[in-house]
């Protein structure tokens, strides 16, 4: 059985182009990429080695392994990062496995007092697997009829892959589809992964498992939504890492643009107030 360790060396090493390392192009390949033993070659391990990562069959690879493969695989640092996240998750995996459980969805109370002070600005608190645990009045201003907060526990990653407006509200769904599978291997826990992706899997289709081992850190870009009263809205995102644990995050949307901070103050306007809410 393969480990995500292997699985993102393997698809990184096939998305290379070997001119782009220096090697040489015009050799036959029968597949697109590298070849195990020229990557074995340039991070200095067996071709034997290589392939015991790559299959799952060594998961504790050593730190200067890592950086080694790293190196080779000329990765850059959000690459590197996940390759080093990855390489500690297979290392807890071969220590035991642990029961699956769903991740804690308390929020701290200092950090809910920190939304009520961010009014009226449009934020709120999530995990690495999608919970949306608690927001600010104008986040459910702007989010309230797009369908994300229908459900009693708001998750953005199920509404990415299975609700029927997600496509039409997120102008770039594929952009977004990707971050939100990326993010899944992040946190909060290894057994909060695979307790969220054992069920999903099967519900969200090939458009989430074709991501789920791409491995590969989706681009930083504005956010681009369409309300549904037919506003186009453009935001940059801020992430504010919580401590460790508490494996959340708070997530601010700032208007792109001149016209989104229009729209939303038209929003804010029209709106029923409601109370900040932790769900």
Same mark, same amino acid.
């Given at each position: 059985?393969?480990?995500?360790?292997?699985?993102?060396?393997?698809?990184?090493?096939?998305?290379?182009?070997?001119?782009?390392?220096?090697?040489? *192009?015009? #050799?036959?390949?029968?597949?697109?990429?590298?070849?195990?033993?020229?990557?074995? *070659?340039?991070?200095?391990?067996?071709?034997?080695?290589?392939?015991?990562?790559? #299959?799952?069959?060594?998961?504790?690879?050593?730190? *200067?392994?890592?950086?080694?493969?790293?190196?080779?695989?000329?990765?850059?640092?959000?690459?590197?990062?996940?390759?080093?996240?990855?390489?500690?998750?297979?290392?807890?995996?071969?220590?035991?496995?642990?029961?699956?459980?769903?991740?804690?969805?308390?929020?701290?109370?200092?950090?809910?007092?920190?939304?009520?002070?961010?009014?009226?600005?449009?934020?709120?608190?999530?995990?690495?697997?999608?919970?949306?645990?608690?927001?600010?009045?104008?986040?459910?201003?702007?989010?309230?009829?797009?369908?994300?907060?229908?459900?009693?526990?708001?998750?953005?990653?199920?509404?990415?892959?299975?609700?029927?407006?997600?496509?039409?509200?997120?102008v770039d769904w594929d952009q977004i589809a990707d971050e939100q599978v990326f993010n899944l291997w992040l946190g909060p826990s290894n057994d909060a992964f695979e307790w969220f992706t054992?069920?999903?899997? *099967?519900?969200?289709?090939?458009?989430?498992?074709?991501?789920?081992?791409?491995?590969?850190?989706?681009?930083?870009?504005?956010?681009?939504?369409?309300?549904?009263?037919?506003? #186009?809205?453009?935001?940059?995102?801020?992430?504010?890492?919580?401590?460790?644990?508490?494996? #959340?995050?708070?997530?601010?949307?700032?208007?792109?643009?001149?016209?989104?901070?229009?729209v939303l103050n038209h929003l804010r306007e029209h709106s029923d107030r409601t109370a900040l809410r932790a769900l």
């Amino acid at each position: 059985m393969g480990t995500p360790l292997g699985g993102f060396i393997r698809a990184k090493r096939d998305s290379i182009q070997p001119e782009a390392l220096g090697l040489p *192009s015009h #050799q036959r390949r029968r597949a697109p990429g590298l070849r195990r033993s020229e990557l074995a *070659s340039r991070a200095g391990v067996s071709v034997e080695y290589l392939t015991r990562i790559e #299959q799952g069959r060594d998961r504790n690879p050593s730190p *200067s392994v890592v950086n080694a493969l790293a190196d080779a695989l000329d990765l850059d640092t959000a690459e590197r990062t996940h390759l080093g996240y990855l390489a500690k998750i297979s290392g807890e995996a071969c220590a035991g496995h642990v029961r699956a459980t769903p991740p804690e969805r308390t929020v701290r109370p200092a950090v809910r007092q920190v939304l009520s002070l961010l009014e009226p600005g449009v934020a709120f608190v999530t995990n690495r697997l999608g919970d949306v645990l608690a927001h600010t009045d104008s986040f459910a201003t702007v989010m309230r009829d797009t369908g994300l907060l229908d459900a009693e526990e708001p998750n953005l990653t199920r509404y990415v892959f299975t609700h029927p407006h997600a496509r039409t509200t997120f102008v770039d769904w594929d952009q977004i589809a990707d971050e939100q599978v990326f993010n899944l291997w992040l946190g909060p826990s290894n057994d909060a992964f695979e307790w969220f992706t054992a069920d999903f899997a *099967s519900i969200a289709g090939a458009e989430f498992t074709r991501r789920l081992h791409r491995h590969i850190p989706p681009a930083q870009v504005p956010l681009r939504m369409t309300h549904p009263r037919g506003h #186009q809205l453009r935001w940059d995102r801020e992430l504010l890492e919580l401590p460790a644990s508490d494996a #959340q995050q708070l997530i601010l949307l700032l208007p792109a643009d001149d016209a989104t901070a229009t729209v939303l103050n038209h929003l804010r306007e029209h709106s029923d107030r409601t109370a900040l809410r932790a769900l």
